[in-house]
Every structure is written in C-alpha cells, then in structure tokens.
C-alpha cells in the first residue's frame, strides 16, 4: 500500500486493472515528461510547458516592422512633381512597415465599404491588399495621390485600382488626377503637326488652326478626330515632297495628279478631300496664290450597304449569354442606334414605364420599345441593380471598371466592341447598317428613313438606291 500510495494515479489505475505483480512502464513526469497528446492532468500531473519549444517559437515570429520613414503629412509640399516608382514593391509582399493608428483606422473602414457595395470576397481581398500597401508606406494622415494607386496597380490583372480609388475618394483621401487638357485625338494631331517636315510644318499649323475654326473667316470647327483623320491622309504625301519643295506655293497641278495615282480606291478618295481642304485653307489665309486642287475631280466610288447573311443576327442573339450584351445587339439591330449613342446612352434617359427611350436633340424624339426590347432592358436593369447597388454611374452601360471608378466614365468603346467579337467576329457598325437596309426594303421613302434613324439625305438615298436597285439611278439622281 505505501507503494501504491507513492505511485501516480496513472500506476494505481494500471495495477487495480492489471494486478500488483503486472510490469509497468515508468516514466519521467514534470519538466522531463515526454509530449504526450492527452489532455491536462489525465496522467495525474499537469506538464509544466516545454521552454525549448516555446524559445523556438518565439524565435520563429517575425519582429514587428518599424514605421515607414515615407509617411506623407498634411500640408507637406513636394520639392519635386515625380512619380514614384512602385515597381520593386509587391502587392502580396509580405514585409511592410507597420501600420500607423489612422491607417488602421482606413483598413477597418474598408469591410463596411465592401459590404455596402456588395463586393464578393476575392475582390474585397484584393482591395484589401492594395490598400495595405498604400496606406504601410505612406500613412493615411495625408491624401494619397492617386497616381501611386495606378502605378502600384499597373501590371495586375484585377480591377483593384479603380476601387481602391473610389474608396479612398469616399474617405476624403484621394488627390485625383487632373482633368485631361488634351484629349487623344488633339494630342495625336499636334504629334502629327511637329512630325511635319520644316518646310510645310507652319502651313500645317495654320491649317489645323482654319479646320479649328480659327481662320480669317468665320467656320464650323470640325473635330479633332476628322483633323486627325485629315493630317493623317496628308502625311506621307508631305514626307514625300520633301527636298522637292521649300514651300507648298510651289506645288502645282501635275504634283496633286501624280500624289493621288499612286493610291486607288477610297484611299485615293480620302487623299484627295485633305488636299483639297490644306490648298482651300491657305488660300483663304493668303498663304498661296492659286489652288492647285482647284479642277480636279475624283470619280465617285461609294460602297453600296451590305446586309448580314440570313439567320446571322438571331444566331448571335441566342450566343449572347450575359444581359448587357444582348441589350446592345438589341439597342442596335433593332433600333440602329450607333456604338457611340448606346455607350453615352444615360439611365435617366430610359422610362421603362412609359416604355420608350429618349433620343435627346431638338425638336426631342423617342424610342419606342417592342417586347423584346422591354424585356432585355429590364433583366439588364435588374442585374445592375443587383450587381452595382451604390454605383453612383449615371450611364445605363456599366462595368466592373466603370461602375467602381469614382469619376462615373461610360463604357470603352473597345470594351463594346470586344463583347460583340466574343459572338462571331461581327461589328458593331455591320449591325445597325442591316437593320437601316431591312427598314430600306420596306420603305422606298428616304424622308422615313431619314427620321427614324436620324440619317443625313444623302446617305439615307443610298440605302433606298441600295434597295431598290431598279429605282436606283432615279433616286440618286
């Protein structure tokens, strides 16, 4: 009995079960017991830790980073306007320096936003991590320049900038990149216009500045998109007369003959129109003397419209699978409105009660919606609606990018037309000329076509001449 008494209650249960004379496996208890996976004091003792694993695991814990030594501060001017290079700094990096108390403050603000805004998980974690970044290295004392969310963002495949944007923008802490002066098609001219050669470069200028409506005489301005369009059709000619001539006084007649066959078809067409608007333009700002275009002519060639193969169009209907595209095969081949009007269409524009959609322009025109239409645009409805609850975008086309980006832009145009691509190869442009083809055979009447879609006399002549070839000569004449 003493024995037993001296024994742990582990031995007493061993020997009441087995007999006193059963052998019994002794071990060491305390600091030297072995890791046993049983629970707290199931031996008879309770183990009092193992410090050499304890020392290890501490050693294993990664030490706190110290603070960034390149937090912003309100009201800190820069000496110098550079951007700053992220590219040797990861998103899933995993040392970062430790977060000041207003830049946790921000990373908390960011689950109620995500929740507010219906983002799924991945895309709040993706978010999350951007932020973690900006926010680590720079503060959150201080507006963050949103420069620096593009640029951390740039070589990711998600959509991560544009949302973490309008969160900060949300949270009063984004500097937002200034409103374009330029845009692409002015930039792409003045890029033209300085690529001219030296002799003809201020003729040049002064005719972008004539097309502008900037010329002695009063003028529509035109668009920089057909100026560059202009420019573009002249510049090789112009690098071709180089060295032949110092000035383009001394271009004559036999020169615009030779510089319009070397080209054919509407090529030669489209050369031909910017000579004649760069002579007309210097002549009315008496930069010349005589217009050499002046009695040249180019014989007309007109590509007559073409309609789709038949069972094409309901095809690509049934191909489309998401709601936003088949709301812009509909608002096209059915409709014939352009790629431009649908991507600028705005949702206030859309009375589904009244089931009509407003044209805009004056006098105001509508259109009316069939059933088709109707139930495209409220199944397209209902999934914005459930998609982008809180987008504040007033346009009734959105995207992932679009939706999230705080400056409310409309769809891309190239974003458009890769939607319609997925279905077959088919343009947007091919579309809405069948649908003005098929209105074309039914109505000999170009005034009718002419209000319906909006068409200028002429091109709505050429559907109806397109139609109806018998009638065509009359109609065109």
């Known amino acids: 009995m003493p024995v037993q008494q001296g024994l742990c209650r582990g031995c007493r249960v061993h020997i009441h079960h087995h007999g006193p004379d059963a052998p019994i496996q002794l071990w060491f208890g305390g600091v030297l017991a072995l890791g046993v996976g049983g629970a707290s004091r199931a031996l008879g003792y309770t183990p009092q830790g193992r410090p050499g694993r304890r020392r290890a695991q501490q050693a294993a814990r990664p030490k706190p980073q110290p603070v960034s030594e390149h937090l912003a501060f309100p009201g800190q001017l820069p000496l110098f306007d550079v951007e700053r290079d992220w590219s040797r700094i990861s998103i899933d990096g995993?040392?970062?320096?430790?977060?000041?108390?207003?830049?946790?403050?921000?990373?908390?603000?960011?689950?109620?936003?995500?929740?507010?805004?219906?983002?799924?998980?991945?895309?709040?974690?993706?978010?999350?991590?951007?932020?973690?970044?900006?926010?680590?290295?720079?503060?959150?004392?201080?507006?963050?320049?949103?420069?620096?969310?593009?640029?951390?963002?740039?070589?990711?495949?998600?959509?991560?900038?544009?949302?973490?944007?309008?969160?900060?923008?949300?949270?009063?802490?984004?500097?937002?990149?200034?409103?374009?002066?330029?845009?692409?098609?002015?930039?792409?001219?003045?890029?033209?216009?300085?690529?001219?050669?030296?002799?003809?470069?201020?003729?040049?200028?002064?005719?972008?500045?004539?097309?502008?409506?900037?010329?002695?005489?009063?003028?529509?301005?035109?668009?920089?998109s057909t100026i560059r369009k202009y420019v573009g059709y002249l510049a090789p000619v112009l690098t071709r007369w180089t060295g032949d001539y110092t000035s383009l006084r001394e271009v004559t007649k036999a020169t615009i003959t030779t510089a319009l066959k070397d080209v054919t078809g509407t090529t030669a067409q489209d050369r031909h129109v910017a000579l004649r608007s760069l002579f007309s333009a210097l002549l009315q700002e008496r930069l010349i003397f005589r217009d050499p275009t002046r009695g040249i002519s180019m014989p007309g060639h007109q590509r007559p419209p073409a309609s789709l193969p038949t069972g094409l169009l309901s095809r690509i209907f049934e191909r489309a699978e998401d709601r936003l595209t088949r709301?812009?095969?509909?608002?096209?081949?059915?409709?014939?409105?352009?790629?431009?009007?649908?991507?600028?269409?705005?949702?206030?524009?859309?009375?589904?009660?009244?089931?009509?959609?407003?044209?805009?322009?004056?006098?105001?025109?509508?259109?009316?919606?069939?059933?088709?239409?109707?139930?495209?645009?409220?199944?397209?409805?209902?999934?914005?609606?459930?998609?982008?609850?809180?987008?504040?975008?007033?346009?009734?086309?959105?995207?992932?990018?679009?939706?999230?980006?705080?400056?409310?832009?409309?769809?891309?145009?190239?974003?458009?037309?890769?939607?319609?691509?997925?279905?077959?190869?088919?343009?947007?442009?091919?579309?809405?000329?069948?649908?003005?083809?098929?209105?074309?055979?039914?109505?000999?009447?170009?005034?009718?076509?002419?209000?319906?879609?909006?068409?200028?006399?002429?091109?709505?002549?050429?559907?109806?001449?397109?139609?109806?070839?018998?009638?065509?000569?009359?109609?065109?004449?």
């Open 94 to 224: 995993p040392e970062l320096p430790s977060l000041t108390p207003e830049a946790a403050s921000v990373l908390e603000q960011l689950t109620q936003y995500a929740r507010r805004h219906s983002w799924i998980e991945s895309t709040e974690k993706q978010v999350g991590r951007t932020l973690r970044v900006l926010v680590s290295w720079l503060g959150a004392a201080a507006p963050i320049d949103e420069r620096d969310v593009g640029a951390l963002t740039r070589d990711t495949s998600c959509s991560c900038g544009p949302r973490t944007a309008a969160f900060l923008d949300s949270c009063g802490l984004l500097v937002p990149l200034p409103a374009p002066v330029v845009g692409p098609h002015e930039a792409a001219v003045r890029r033209l216009v300085s690529e001219a050669p030296d002799d003809f470069r201020s003729d040049v200028d002064r005719w972008v500045a004539v097309l502008r409506g900037e010329g002695r005489l009063e003028h529509r301005a035109l668009n920089w």
């Open 327 to 477: 709301v812009i095969i509909v608002l096209i081949s059915v409709h014939a409105m352009t790629p431009t009007a649908v991507r600028m269409l705005e949702l206030n524009r859309v009375d589904m009660s009244k089931a009509r959609i407003d044209r805009g322009g004056f006098p105001r025109s509508y259109i009316y919606m069939d059933e088709l239409t109707h139930r495209v645009l409220s199944d397209w409805l209902s999934e914005r609606h459930e998609r982008w609850p809180r987008t504040q975008n007033p346009y009734l086309m959105v995207s992932n990018r679009s939706a999230a980006d705080y400056r409310r832009p409309p769809i891309t145009e190239t974003h458009l037309h890769r939607l319609l691509q997925r279905l077959g190869g088919v343009h947007a442009t091919q579309l809405r000329i069948d649908r003005v083809l098929d209105e074309a055979h039914e109505s000999a009447d170009p005034v009718r076509i002419m209000r319906l879609f909006g068409l200028s006399s002429t091109t709505a002549m050429n559907y109806v001449a397109t139609a109806h070839p018998a009638e065509g000569a009359s109609i065109r004449k």
